[in-house]
């Protein structure tokens, strides 16, 4: 799976982007550089969190979409709907409402993604995950944030199927005699699920046919209701999708995966917060802990970048639908899982994934070790204030990009105001040649 | 605080792109010579060399030495502290563990003198 070429589904907005320093300093993996007055993202680097499209002011950062118009394509279309989706929404919307917007948009069928928990628990998947504490990869910025920056917690991360996979597979399963035309979207809550499915070979890019952004599903949903407001009442019966269990309901929320593990769990939910824990994990020798369970949102996907509502009342909106859905499996729908069992029972677990070496200063170690120690060199000249103006996001990364020949001593501002002169010298010291008047330089350079 | 050095070597290890099963093995090892160091010595200091595809991990500590090392190295001895036994340390498996994680190990050691560990580890990981 690392040889895959990942797809970044973030990307700036060149006319908004004023090359203020937010995102830059915010990027948990320090994959964005300023240039030219520009940010730009490192795409080995990102690992499509979010975190910067949520702190920028200018709105310069966006995600990609697809228009609906893609369902046109099947005749057979089938969504697959995080629970998540439906707490968009105020009590006064019900379910029923939503659903029926949603197969008067053009869906002929809708799944809960959670549906796919309790697939997994009839069919008593088991995790084939080797290390202890066992890391939930069901948070895709996680397992990429593991990738590149935890490389040696890699082997901690679950190999289950996500409960979004398993439905889908459950839906191709038992649509069969519709395959011709048959179309299996998604709606996603956030930018690294869509990365995820529009990475050519994994498996979400097999599954699924196309992705449908919360934002997107949500407003098309706003203006169908507003539009239909006499029609309401009819759509009631609509609501015909397979209801899951009350704890598979809560899968999405913290702690909600942490129910369906025996042992010790623990859960983390928002991007610093769960650096500050591997940062732990990686250095303890031995932990109590049998599962964790990770999200790179505050309050788990519900903070999602693309939702729509606030996530506490999205949460509460979530856990009061649980309460009301039973604590067992339908009887039917327990039944339909049986009969697809052996389309897929044996293939409910992942090719583990591998750490992707890219923190390095250099592919070669001795190469790796020349620059370390430029780098040290160089750090010991600069301001260390961490300011920014540079264009990285902290003296120590600048250092780190000049020994990479990545950047010039030129581009810090503190330096150039505090000596002209001595910082000629120091990049010359370097090696570098006199840049542009402005001594910028460009990535490519 | 014990495991600080252990932490920073880490960081520079992923910087030098070791192959992170090595980086283990070397974190492993030098923890645990960290934690003996501040157990049972008075001070001590750490040295790394990097060459082409080996790295030597030196733990050189300013005494009192190990007057038994046969009985150091057998698991489940320890002279810890009650004080290290409390903070979970001082299980006696330190140089056991370190023996087991490096590829090759070399103990200089005298009571009354100091103790100097040398640790080899290879990058070429077995597949």
């Known amino acids: ?445 | 605080m014990a495991g600080v050095a252990a932490s920073n070597l880490k960081r520079l290890l992923k910087q030098l792109n070791i192959p992170p099963l090595t980086i283990k093995r070397i974190i492993v090892a030098v923890f645990e010579a960290e934690v003996n160091v501040i157990a049972h010595s008075y001070g001590g200091r750490i040295l790394c060399d990097f060459e082409e595809d080996e790295i030597h991990v030196q733990v050189i500590d300013t005494g009192p030495g190990i007057p038994d090392l046969e009985l150091a190295m057998t698991e489940g001895w320890s002279t810890a502290s009650d004080e290290v036994r409390e903070l979970g340390y001082g299980a006696g498996m330190g140089l056991p563990n370190i023996a087991k994680s490096c590829d090759e190990l070399s103990i200089y050691t005298k009571a009354g003198d100091h103790t100097r560990l040398s640790m080899l580890f290879r990058l070429k990981e077995k597949a």
């Open chain 1, 1 to 445: 799976m690392s040889t895959q070429i990942f797809h970044h589904a973030l990307y700036i907005v060149e006319p908004a982007c004023k090359g203020c320093t937010h995102c830059m300093k915010r990027c948990p993996t320090q994959a964005i550089r300023i240039a030219k007055g520009k940010a730009r993202i490192d795409n080995d680097l990102c690992i499509e969190c979010g975190q910067c499209m949520a702190v920028c002011p200018n709105n310069a950062i966006a995600i990609e979409q697809d228009s609906l118009s893609q369902l046109q394509a099947y005749t057979t279309r089938v969504a697959i709907i995080p629970a998540v989706f439906f707490a968009q929404f105020d009590d006064s919307v019900t379910l029923g409402h939503i659903t029926g917007a949603l197969y008067a948009l053009g869906f002929t069928h809708l799944y809960l993604a959670e549906t796919g928990v309790d697939i997994l628990t009839v069919l008593e998947a088991e995790d084939q995950g080797a290390g202890r504490p066992l890391i939930s990869n069901f948070c895709p910025s996680v397992q990429r944030l593991i990738q590149v920056r935890f490389p040696l917690l890699v082997d901690n991360l679950s190999t289950l199927r996500s409960p979004a996979q398993v439905t889908a597979m459950f839906a191709r399963s038992e649509l069969p005699g519709l395959s011709d035309g048959l179309g299996i979207f998604y709606f996603s809550p956030c930018a690294a699920k869509i990365a995820q499915f529009k990475t050519e070979g994994s498996e979400e890019h097999r599954l699924f046919d196309g992705i449908i952004n919360f934002d997107t599903a949500y407003n098309l949903v706003c203006t169908y209701l507003a539009k239909h407001k006499g029609e309401m009442q009819e759509e009631k019966s609509s609501f015909s999708f397979p209801v899951c269990t009350r704890k598979a309901l809560r899968w999405s929320l913290v702690k909600g995966q942490s129910s369906h593990h025996s042992g010790r769990c623990l859960a983390v939910d928002e991007m610093h917060n769960v650096i500050e824990f591997l940062e732990i994990l990686e250095d303890e020798q031995d932990t109590n802990l049998q599962f964790l369970e990770l999200d790179a949102c505050a309050e788990g996907c519900v903070g999602g970048i693309l939702t729509v509502r606030n996530r506490f009342l999205a949460t509460e909106r979530l856990r009061h639908w649980s309460s009301t859905v039973p604590k067992q499996l339908d009887q039917d729908l327990c039944e339909r899982i049986l009969k697809q069992k052996k389309a897929f029972e044996k293939n409910l677990n992942l090719e583990p994934v591998l750490p992707l070496q890219v923190l390095g200063l250099d592919t070669d170690h001795a190469k790796a070790l020349q620059k370390l120690r430029k780098a040290e060199r160089i750090l010991a000249a600069l301001p260390l204030i961490d300011c920014g103006l540079c264009g990285s996001p902290s003296c120590k990364a600048l250092a780190e990009d000049i020994a990479k020949s990545k950047a010039s001593i030129r581009q810090c501002a503190v330096l150039k105001l505090k000596s002209a002169k001595d910082l000629n010298s120091l990049a010359r010291i370097w090696g570098e040649r006199s840049t542009a008047a402005d001594g910028l330089q460009d990535d490519q350079a």
